[in-house]
């Protein structure tokens, strides 16, 4: 008895200890995970996606400060004068373009553009110095500067010329425009207007004057009145005593 007890003992010692168990081994992030191409492919990287760009609300009806543009060999003004335009709504050619010498010298184009009837704004083309064909689009004043006697003018350019109207020896852009619209209220009783609106029908020329960087409306001169060129030409004429 006492012999087999020992061998029982002998046979316990023997049996190997348990091994201990082991976690099982994390599954990677899928994030981590990428394919392996096939043979003969190749694997492009993955790039972030393009930001949206949004337009401000001067794109939407002025060009861009500081643009410039390149006239093809066989492109015409007008053609020219229509990719000046504002992209954004529905803008159409108000008057067509015309070429002339005055405020930074010669060749310069003047574009007018607008919407529903209305001229809304407008450019003049600079040629580029040592550039060929190509110009520096330079954004006119709002025509809402220019003096009317219209509370809520409506602009419809009749005629483009070009005067020196200041005597400086310089031209000026001159542009024609007939002026309509409600005029303003005859007067107010505390803060409401009262009184009848007229219907507004005139003409008005703006003056704008080149000073080295831009255009700007220039104010001291008055050539309300006549609907025409010859008629500007006329009053300015008379205002030099004559000569022209």
């Not at 919407?115 to 025509?143: H, I, K, Q």
């Not at 006697?149 to 200041?166: E, K």
């Amino acid at each position: 008895m006492r012999y087999f007890v020992l061998v029982v003992l002998a046979l316990c010692s023997c049996r190997p200890a348990p091994t201990p168990a082991t976690a099982p081994a994390p599954l990677p992030h899928p994030a981590s995970q990428q394919a392996t191409p096939a043979a003969g492919m190749t694997q492009r990287a993955r790039t972030p996606a393009r930001q949206a760009i949004v337009p401000t609300s001067q794109s939407r009806t002025r060009p861009a400060p500081g643009l410039t543009i390149t006239r093809r060999s066989d492109e015409s003004l007008t053609s020219l004068a229509t990719r000046v335009m504002p992209k954004e709504g529905e803008f159409a050619l108000m008057h067509r373009p015309v070429e002339g010498t005055f405020g930074p010298g010669a060749g310069n184009v003047v574009v007018l553009w607008g919407a529903e009837g209305s001229c809304e704004g407008g450019a003049v083309l600079v040629p580029v110095a040592d550039t060929p064909s190509t110009y520096r689009v330079n954004v006119l004043p709002s025509f809402q500067e220019i003096g009317t006697s219209a509370a809520t003018p409506s602009f419809q350019p009749v005629s483009v010329l070009f005067d020196d109207v200041n005597g400086d020896g310089r031209a000026e852009l001159l542009i024609i425009l007939r002026v309509t619209g409600r005029g303003a209220y005859e007067g107010r009783e505390g803060d409401s207007p009262v009184g009848h609106r007229a219907e507004v029908d005139e003409h008005v020329t703006g003056v704008f004057g080149w000073n080295g960087q831009e255009f700007t409306i220039i104010t001291d001169v008055d050539l309300s009145g006549p609907r025409d060129a010859a008629g500007v030409r006329k009053l300015l004429r008379a205002r030099r005593g004559g000569k022209r």
